[in-house]
């Protein structure tokens, strides 16, 4: 079954730039979403359709696809972006079938 | 207002049955597709299944497949989900999710607060 690859953590300092990565052999061919998810919370949507951003999620977050990787980028993380960040994606097989990665834990600290 | 109001979790033994709803509001329901995406305590996420905004198009993770049944009810505003062939490992908090685009299947975008199950003996 098609799977998405993420890193299990990323961490960095306040001010900094943070950077997850979602792998996925139809990544070339099939959008890639961005979920943060906060602890106790249902998941929000922060980039849809590999790099646009919702209503309402800040700048600094933003998202590009090159290939079989998609890239969450926030630039100056803040400490209120700690969170858990799923990629999802459709397979190519045609059989309506959606996807996530595994989730990565992003700490601001 | 969009909600999503999920009912039907609860504890079940493991082989039983258990039928999950979500009643839908604020938003012209037949207008967008669904999905049911689960999340195992202290786990990510999972997607279940989805179906279009006219029952035309479903999917099932294969994880599911042939035990859960994904049906809407436009005129209800009420999606629904039958798992038969409960496993432990069904265990998780179910959210029901609006889709992004009208008249697309495309990815959950408005997620309700979810309802959990529990199978054990």
């Known amino acids: 079954s098609y799977e998405l690859t993420q890193p299990p953590s990323v961490s960095v300092s306040p001010g900094q730039t943070a950077r997850i990565t979602c792998s996925g052999d139809?990544?070339?061919?099939?959008?890639a979403y961005w979920y943060q998810q906060k602890s106790g919370q249902a998941p929000v949507l922060v980039i849809y359709e590999d790099s646009k951003r919702p209503s309402g999620i800040p700048e600094r977050f933003s998202g590009s696809s090159s290939g079989t990787m998609a890239t969450l980028t926030i630039s100056g993380a803040q400490v209120e972006d700690e969170a858990d960040y799923y990629c999802y994606s459709t397979d190519s097989s045609g059989n309506h079938r959606g996807v996530f990665g595994g989730g990565t834990k992003l700490t601001v600290l | 207002e969009v909600q999503l109001v999920e009912s039907g979790g609860g504890l079940v033994q493991p082989g039983r049955s258990l039928r999950l709803s979500c009643a839908a509001s604020g938003f012209t329901f037949d207008d967008y597709a669904m999905h049911w995406v689960r999340q195992a305590p202290g786990k990510g996420l999972e997607w279940v299944s989805g179906?279009?905004?006219?029952?035309?198009?479903?999917g099932y993770a294969d994880s599911v497949k042939g035990r859960f049944t994904i049906s809407r009810d436009n005129a209800k505003n009420s999606l629904y989900l039958q798992m038969n062939s409960l496993r432990a490992e069904d265990t998780a908090l179910y959210y029901c999710?609006?889709?992004?685009?009208?008249?697309?299947?495309?990815?959950?975008?408005?997620w309700g607060q979810g309802t959990l199950v529990t199978v054990s003996s």
């Open positions: 179906i279009s905004w006219n029952s035309g198009s479903i």
């Open positions: 139809a990544l070339p061919k099939k959008y």
């Open positions: 999710a609006k889709d992004m685009v009208p008249a697309t299947y495309s990815n959950p975008y408005y």
